[in-house]
């Protein structure tokens, strides 16, 4: 099984507390259930009781965390409480317990169109549907030059994380035949991004190109007026999953941004779970908390900028909220 990659963490992992704080839907909840710990424990007991695997708490419990990886990278010794409910949820799935409304939403993926390419150059975007809705891609057009365009699928990582991997992998295969011949892959979806650098790897598959957050290749970028005062909200795929990525913090801070602190402490996530990428197809409700709890942190939920390098949480934030909150490509693309 899956899980059985996973025997440190849920050994020790069962009995800490310590990064209780950091689990952001703990943090809307108010369960113990949705932290590391709990998770762990409860996974512990379905190894002594294979009955309670496919237990509709344990399934609704793990299908509901934030994945935002704080807890692991906040950890003293990293134990990685993601790649655990990872691996629970693929084992869940491979055994043919995955509850109909998951298998629900991963048809619907199973299902999206193909991926269109249009437009030259070496230099591919992608032009998912979150950063087209976002606006990050209409403004990425502003700032960029001699780019061809990918378009409209799906690159796996959606069924990745809900367990699907079979699946999940056929759907990668179709769009890196998309991204063939390309020698940069520029994305402004962290969850992409992320697939590219990490998640293909674990798929057993390559890629031949440089890939980079928007935030890396827009770095010559320079806007017609200083950026200001600004809150910049951490990315969970770029900072938590990807090493401190630096780059989003660098072109803004590069623009004039001077970066005020967001919330009580810099080591949450206020992302409406971008880690988990499809919470709110999963349960909108909880997407709907995170945001509420984001903007009762804003120092000035009327006047603050707030800017994030993740599309998801831009759109989910305009959703549920007042923050004015902007993409980084469209806050550039505002002050050329
Ligand atoms: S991830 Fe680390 S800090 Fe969190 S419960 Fe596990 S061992 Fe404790």
Known sequence: M???????TIKFCRFCFMCRH??????????????????????????????????EDLI????????????????????????????????????????????????ALMNSPEWSVSGKGKVAYVADNYSVESGAAAAF??????????????????????????????????FLKALEGVETVVVSHTGIFDFLVNTIGEMGLKLDAKVMHTSEYLAGVKTARPLGDLYYLESDYLRNYNSDYPYPRALLTSNGANLKPFGTNDEESYSCAEGAL??????PELVEKLAKYI????DN??????????????????????????????LLAEAL
Not at 2 to 8: A, G, H, R, S, T
Not at 71 to 98: I, P, Q, S
Not at 144 to 169: D, N
Request: proline share 3%; aromatic share 8%.
């Open 2 to 8: 899956n899980i059985d990659n996973y025997l440190e």
């Open 22 to 55: 950091l689990s952001a839907i703990g943090n809307v909840t108010f369960t113990e259930a949705d932290t590391p710990r709990v998770r762990a424990s409860m996974i512990y007991g379905a190894t002594i009781h294979p009955e309670l695997f496919a237990n």
């Open 60 to 107: 609704k419990t793990m299908y509901r965390s934030d994945l935002s990886g704080c807890c692991r990278r906040n950890c003293v010794n990293h134990y990685d409480e993601v790649g655990l409910t990872l691996a629970y949820r693929a084992d869940l799935v491979e055994a043919g317990k995955a509850p109909e409304y998951i298998k629900t939403i991963a048809t």
């Open 141 to 174: 057009g502003k700032l960029a030059k001699e780019f061809r365009t990918v378009s409209g699928g799906s690159c796996g990582k959606g069924l990745w994380v809900l367990g699907f991997r079979k699946e999940a992998k056929l759907l990668a295969e179709k």
């Open 278 to 283: 499809l919470l709110d197809k999963i349960e």
């Open 295 to 298: 903007e009762a942190r804003a």
């Open 301 to 330: 939920p009327a006047k603050d900028v707030i800017v994030t390098a993740s599309p998801y949480t831009r759109i989910q934030l305009g959703r549920f909220t007042s923050l004015k909150v902007k993409t980084i490509e469209e």
